[in-house]
């Protein structure tokens, strides 16, 4: 890639996070009309992606990128090709008619501006997630959709239900996250791959480590709680909680298909396998028939539409999973189709609802004279909802009958699967797009009226493009649909469904499907009251699972709490330092490293009297009868390992000892004796001798520990580096100062940081009013 072109697809990446910085300012100073100069830039997003149509339809891919952590081997790079284009040119795209719908649709609100900042952080979230190379780069986006759609959904803070539905999207999504690091990882150990596009040209090799069924069940976990696949769908319908602009965009173009993204890039690593063939089906066909039947019990406009969605999501899955490339088609076309319909469903469940007060489909009714525009919007999204011709929506149900069907029992289960999901979103989709709108007029709360241009230009648009991509679906198949079956696949592929039916078994399932849906929507009411009883009767869901999780662990870290963090000092200094000795025991014992018997040391007769003078000073600490005897006996060990150090040639940190030695034993002593605590040491017996084992097993255990260093061969690397360098580099004579000031001057600083935060409480103790006197310990208390 030119680096002209590489520059500017890395302005591409950036250029959102720039909107939302200035959007806050930009509509204060223009209100709603905002929108249009914002909605500039994914319009220029839109073009630059554009721009690339050529290329990857003759089968190249663009690349690019830059270094970000070159030792760990670590870039900020991209990879386009069908897929992560068709991505993009939706992200864009349907976000340039979001953000003119948030325009119009929160007009008045006082925190439009920062709805606009948030809503394009997300937008850049989220393309920079389809078009990452490097794994580390789409788990960034990938953590950052889910931390601007927790702002998104809880934009409406003041109320609980959006605060809990933000913080559900978040956890639930924030989990799945951790497991995609972790596959990512696993991938990276198995594969030596941290790149996408390294990843896909490696052929099989992933398929073949030992590895693969860890990487494939975390990936699983990050793609199916992302793309709310059952049972972690509870999360996507509370998302409804959210502006209406938030939930357009969330279930059309972005955050929930972030799931389904990622298994299409991985089909060609990942599938082949019956592992995948199976997962995928089986909980993509389970949320299908979850998601479609919960549809059916809604009221809500935005409800219905969240919980085709979420069955949308499932037939995606399932798609993808099956094997076939008529079915890799077919999850292409219907992903596509998806987004025109469901995005300008939405934007007319919110113009419904701002424009008559209410979004109740049992309260509205009549409103076709009155939004006529909004109704054409409607009609024409539910006619490719349904699968209708001749909507590109109609090319996706024929193809996925041709790619499900393959005549053995399994392609005939998952054919009636697709066919019962398909039929209850037929009905669902035609009962938001005609049962407000048809009928005797119903008083609604607001008197209804037609909406701004702001809010009918996003659903019509869409709606609208849903009939053109079906009728020039040749142009629509070469630039969009053949290079993402090709990526997704994984082998070229060619798309050639056209809107003529084609006499045969899917035209006959079809019409089938078209049947059924009828039937449903005709007998919905009866549907809806038959799903209420039934769920009424079970009472229990995962989204109750999902407070009762909530509560059971806010429960469970309590009550480990009060154990562990018990008000004690003793108890945690001695679990600390119990800690502490079995990690430096335990893996020398496990791993056969403890140290050889050392021999008896050949030491001049000076160097024994300073150790006998150090072991007096311990003996001194052991019989003293107060505190401060303690304490000055304590500072005959230091000057005794400073004379050592003198003695051995190293007068420079001999120095630094005497210098701390002698500041730790006056301020212990100055702290001590300010504190006035009991002069003797009142513990019983029992105490003492859990407190001696304790001390001996740390002693013991940092012992075997220099022992085991002493005997290893010694590296003078350092101390060679050390020695050249203290002069050159940090203009110093004394070696141990210039280590500690220059060459480990942030350690020192984190270090300066703990004593300053320990003479702070030291302090605080001290100046204790003296009318305030701390009583003595009673006896057992420390």
Known sequence: MAADGQWLTFLALILPFLGAAVAPLLTR??????????????????????????????????????????????????????????????????????????????????????????????????????????????????????????LLIGFDHVR???RRAALQALVVTGLGGLSLLAGLLVIWGATGENSLSGLLASGSALRDAPLYMAALLL???????????????????????????????????????????????????????????????????????????????QTDLKLMLAYTTVASLGLLVMLTGFGSEKAVEAAVLYLIAHSMFKGALFMVAG??????????????????????????????????????????????????????WTGDGWGLLLTLVALVGNGLMFAIGFAVALKPFLGEKVETPKHAHEGPVLLWLGPLVLASLGLLTAIFSA?????????MAS?????????????????????????????????????????????????????????????????????????????????????????????????????????????????????????????????????????ARDRLTAIVSLGIQGFAVAVLFMLLGAPDLSFTQFMVETL????????????????????PGREKAIDISVAALCGGALALLLLKITQLPFNPYLSEFFAENARVIAHGRNIVNVIIVDFRGVDTLGEIGVVMVAGLAILALVRIRSGKRIPAPAQGEK
Do not use: C
């Not at 939004?371 to 011709?389: D, E, K, R, Y």
């Not at 730790?664 to 513990?683: C, E, K, N, Q, Y």
């Open 664 to 683: 730790s034993v006056v301020i212990l002593a100055l702290v001590m004796t300010r504190l006035r605590l009991s002069p003797a040491d009142h513990r």
């Open 351 to 404: 113009l419904i609802d701002h424009e008559a007060g209410t979004r109740d489909v049992t309260k509205l009714g009549g409103l076709r004279s009155a939004m006529p525009i909004t109704f054409a919007a409607a009609v024409l999204a539910a006619f490719s909802m349904g699968g209708l011709p001749p909507f590109f929506g109609f090319l996706a149900k024929e193809e996925i009958y041709y790619g499900l």
């Open 160 to 162: 609980e239900a959006s």
């Open 29 to 150: 100073m223009m209100g709603a009309n905002a929108a249009w100069i914002l909605a500039l830039l994914p319009l220029y997003l839109f073009i630059h992606f554009l721009g690339f149509l050529g290329a990857v339809a003759d089968g190249g891919t663009v690349s690019g990128g830059y270094a970000w952590i070159e030792s760990l081997d670590i870039s900020f790079s991209w990879f386009i090709d069908g897929l992560s284009l068709t991505f993009a040119l939706l992200i864009t795209g349907i976000g340039t008619l979001i953000v003119l719908y948030a325009g119009g649709y929160l007009k008045g609100h006082p925190m439009q501006g920062r709805f606009f900042s948030f809503i394009l952080m997300f937008m850049g979230a989220m393309q920079g997630l389809v078009i990452a190379d490097s794994f580390f780069a789409l788990f960034v986006f990938w953590e950052l959709t889910s931390i601007t759609s927790f």
């Open 219 to 297: 990936i699983l976990g990050g793609a199916f709680t992302k793309s709310a696949q059952f049972p972690f769908h509870f999360w996507l319908p509370n998302a409804m909680e959210a502006p209406t602009p938030v939930s357009a965009y969330l279930h059309s173009a972005t955050m929930v298909k972030a799931g389904v993204y990622l298994l299409m890039r991985l089909n060609p690593v990942l599938g082949e396998t019956l592992a995948w063939e199976t997962i995928l089906p089986v909980f993509g066909g389970t949320t299908l028939i979850v998601g479609t039947l919960l549809a059916v019990r």
């Open 475 to 483: 142009t629509s198949h070469f630039f969009l649909t053949s290079p």
């Open 487 to 623: 990526a997704v696949a994984g082998v070229p592929v060619e798309a050639t469904i056209s809107v003529v039916p084609h006499i045969g078994l899917a035209l006959f399932l079809s019409l089938l499907t078209v049947a059924f849906g009828i039937g449903a929507y005709m007998l919905i009411d009866r549907l809806r009251g038959g799903m209420v009883s039934l769920l009424n009767a079970i009472g229990w869901g995962p989204d109750k699972g999902f407070d009762q999780f909530v509560s059971g662990s806010v429960k469970a870290s309590g009550a480990i709490t009060r154990v562990i963090q018990n008000g004690r000092l003793d108890y945690y200094t001695t679990a600390t330092f119990i800690a502490l000795a079995l990690a430096l025991i335990v893996p020398m014992v496990m791993f056969g490293e403890l140290p050889a018997m050392p021999k008896w040391p050949d030491l001049p007769f000076y160097e024994w009297a300073i150790l006998a003078i150090a072991f007096i000073g311990l003996g001194a600490i052991l019989h």
